[in-house]
């Protein structure tokens, strides 16, 4: 008979062999879900260095975790403000690297509009999800291709209409909604600002320049939002008081859009004078906002008195904490892609009214 003393023997040596044999649970990685994602900043002009670097220090569900700069003196001064360490510092050459870097999550591109494509579909084909400062792209196809390019790479694309994030906004897309003063009969918007520089890419339409481009896509996204419909045709004027600065892009566009069911849309845009106001004219009431997309931020009231000052202490960060956590959490975008092609499908449209000289049919795609 086996003693005592060898089956125990016998069984330690087991236990000791099987040990080697199989891996540890104490050594074994789960990995951990991110509670902030971290965020590249693509172009680091003024947007970038005075708004979305200062927000990124304000959010809850997203750091700043590096840059993507032509400019070596600026990647030193960022590295040394922000503590970006080398290896998340990124030339527009080097760019693709980042695929390899699980610091980075997010790429937001923030240059002119003319590489906003290029740079969305990069970023998605490295795997990370994008956020794409307005407009969108230069075309629908662009814009079209960018969604696709995301769909198919599995990230999120997320587009930076940060009036669609501000309480006061959507408490008039939830008047419309609602219809709390009836049906909407009429909209007035209107964005522009003396631009004093006139050398700059705005200027210059091989990079996306134009009022329309820029400033435009704010009245007109407000039209869209406001009324909760999609324009089914514009006609559109184009001038400018300094044709020697205004040679290649519109200075002033003013664009009339008509919606089903009779709805209309009084809209211009400007980089030759200050306009910031939103009015939304209903059957039982109104409702307005101005400034309705000022960076200080935004005012109204209603035909009953209401007082719509509702604030946030940064737009920029209340925006990216929004689209972190719909990514965090896997939850629908606030303005996906499909919303920045809509616009740019109209904005197409207005050139098209402007070339034509005539009231242009918009094809919803």
């Known amino acids: 008979m086996t003693s005592r003393r060898d089956f125990l023997q016998r069984a330690l040596a087991g236990v000791a062999a099987l040990s080697f044999a ?3 649970f104490a050594n074994i990685i789960v990995p951990q879900r991110k509670e902030r994602l971290g965020v590249a900043l693509v172009g680091l002009g003024y947007y970038s260095t005075d708004l979305l670097a200062p927000g990124l220090q ?10 993507v700069t032509g400019t070596p003196s600026k990647a030193e001064e960022w590295k040394k403000k922000y503590n970006i360490p080398d290896k998340n510092i990124y030339s527009y050459d080097t760019f693709d690297r980042v695929a390899d870097n699980p610091d980075i999550d997010v790429i937001y591109v923030v240059l002119p509009p003319s590489m906003h494509a290029e740079y969305t579909i990069r970023a998605a084909k490295a795997g990370k999800h994008v956020w794409c400062e307005k407009p969108m792209a230069m075309t629908e196809k662009e814009c079209q291709s960018m969604i696709d390019a995301c769909a198919q790479n599995k990230v999120k694309l997320a587009i930076g209409y940060r ?10 897309i939830s008047f419309t909604k609602n219809k709390t003063y009836g049906k909407v009969m009429r909209v007035t918007a209107a964005a522009g600002y003396r631009e004093g520089r006139t050398n700059h890419w705005k200027q210059k339409k091989e990079m996306g320049g134009g009022a329309m481009y820029d400033m435009g896509v704010y009245p007109l996204n407000a039209a869209r939002y406001s009324t909760q419909l999609e324009p089914i045709a514009v006609t559109a004027r184009q001038s400018t008081t300094r044709p020697e600065i205004y040679k290649e892009v519109d200075e002033t566009m003013q664009f009339d859009l008509e919606f089903p069911g009779g709805v209309t849309a009084s809209c211009e845009t400007s980089f030759g004078k200050n306009m910031n106001d939103l009015m939304v004219t209903c059957s039982n009431g109104w409702y307005k906002l101005s400034p309705f997309q000022a960076y200080s931020g935004i005012r109204g009231e209603t035909s009953d008195g209401v007082q719509l000052n509702a604030t ?7 925006q990216m904490d929004d689209d972190a956590l719909a990514i965090l959490q896997n939850k629908p975008l606030i303005a996906p892609g499909e919303e920045g092609l809509r616009d740019i499908r109209v904005v197409e449209a207005v050139y098209r009214s402007v070339a034509r000289n005539e009231r242009v049919t918009i094809d919803q795609g």
């Open 58 to 67: 304000l959010t809850k569900y997203c750091h700043l975790a590096g840059i």
């Open 22 to 24: 199989q891996p540890s």
């Open 312 to 318: 946030v202490p940064h737009q920029q960060a209340h």
């Open 163 to 172: 009036m669609q994030h501000e309480p006061n906004t959507q408490k008039i």
